[in-house]
């Protein structure tokens, strides 16, 4: 079946420094990615999401890239916060909307 | 306020009991979902309902049940048949690909 993955599970990183958190999907036929943040003991919090017809997406402070050649997503933080650490999941969808997620990547800013 | 409200936020169970737990959300969404997640791992799907009055299983659905009676509430029961229940219980709604989450329930098998 298909499946979603990270490419490391744990990043630190400096603050005021930009994260890279990587993922890769197996599922050629996904039409929609979607980052979450989720913090420790809460729910996912929806970041940004990226439609399959498209290679960049930009939000506040984050930006997401979609390379479909090698079935490959990133998600870019600018200026990392201390407020940034957590787990990051990226997640896939098909026309159903049922999710698929990765393992997550855990993200630690260093003061 | 919007969102999605899951109770109890911690649930102790003994062994061979059933326990239900609710999932209540009023953003008008059609669809509802309920995850699992263990210590390190993503999420794993359980259930799924796209409209009131029908459901279909995720890719671990053993062990657990679900009702869609109402479009607002999307319960989970964790039957004694479910091996392993101890873990961390995720709703989500949707009316598109953007799933939205509710806080969780942590359930721990004592």
């Known amino acids: 079946g298909e499946s979603v993955g990270l490419h490391l599970p744990t990043l630190s990183v400096q603050e005021g420094d930009n994260s890279i958190i990587n993922c890769a999907y197996s599922n050629s036929a996904s039409d929609y990615f979607i980052w979450y943040k989720q913090e420790s003991g809460k729910g996912p919090q929806f970041i940004i999401d990226?439609?399959?017809?498209?290679d960049k997406r930009q939000g506040q402070r984050v930006t997401v890239l979609l390379n479909k050649t090698v079935k490959h997503l990133s998600l870019q933080i600018a200026a990392t916060q201390p407020g940034d650490s957590a787990v990051y999941f990226c997640?896939?969808?098909?026309?159903?909307?049922?999710?698929?997620f990765g393992a997550g990547t855990t993200v630690t800013v260093r003061a | 306020d919007g969102g999605i409200t899951q109770s109890p936020k911690y649930l102790f169970r003994k062994e061979g009991q059933n326990v239900t737990l609710s999932c209540e959300q009023n953003?008008?969404?059609?669809?509802m979902y309920w995850y699992r997640q263990d210590p390190g791992q993503g999420l794993r799907l359980i259930y799924y309902?796209?409209?009131?009055?029908?459901?279909q299983k995720g890719d671990i659905a053993e062990g657990y049940s679900v009702s869609r009676e109402k479009k607002e509430s999307f319960p989970l029961t964790v039957t004694s048949a479910q091996k392993n229940p101890t873990a961390f219980y995720l709703c989500?709604?949707?009316?598109?690909?953007?799933?939205?989450f509710g806080q969780g329930t942590r359930l721990t098998v004592v």
């Open positions: 953003l008008n969404h059609d669809a």
């Open positions: 997640a896939e969808s098909k026309t159903d909307y049922k999710l698929s």
């Open positions: 309902s796209q409209i009131v009055n029908d459901f």
């Open positions: 990226i439609r399959s017809n498209m």
């Open positions: 989500a709604s949707s009316d598109g690909p953007r799933a939205f």
